[in-house]
């Protein structure tokens, strides 16, 4: 996740960004992950990923205060619709279901990675 943390697709990064980000054109090289093909959306998957969801935006919920401050900080809420599901096999349980003893959801917390336990890193931005 790190390495895709300081990159932007914008050319030329904004000026209120480029003191920590820097414009790559191709994030799946620069994060060392590999595209996959999707089968209902036109973004790839990362086949690295073991749970993998292709959906597409229903609504976009703008959050209130300043347009300005929304718009450096992505203050929105996203409604999807998930069209398809991938799952590795060795996390399917009972043909049907995701195994939770298997699967390990990255939690991004205030900066913060966690996983179902204790924290497990913290992004290049964190102030604590």
């Known amino acids: 996740m790190e390495l895709l943390a300081p990159l932007t697709g914008l050319n030329p990064v904004p000026e209120e960004k480029s003191s920590k980000f820097h414009y790559e054109a191709d994030k799946f090289s620069a994060a060392r992950i ?17 749970a993998q969801l292709e959906s597409k935006v229903k609504k976009i919920h703008h959050l209130e205060g300043d347009s300005k401050l929304r718009a ?29 003893q298997r699967w390990k959801p990255l939690i991004y917390n205030f900066r ?17």
């Open 34 to 50: 590999t595209p996959l093909r999707s089968e209902c959306v036109s973004v790839p998957r990362v086949k690295e990923c073991p």
């Open 72 to 100: 450096l900080t992505g203050g929105a809420a996203v409604e999807v619709e998930v069209l398809r599901v991938h799952l590795r096999e060795d996390y399917v349980l009972n043909e049907n279901y995701v195994d939770p």
């Open 112 to 128: 913060h990675y966690f996983g179902l336990g204790g924290e497990l890193g913290r992004t290049f931005r964190a102030e604590v």
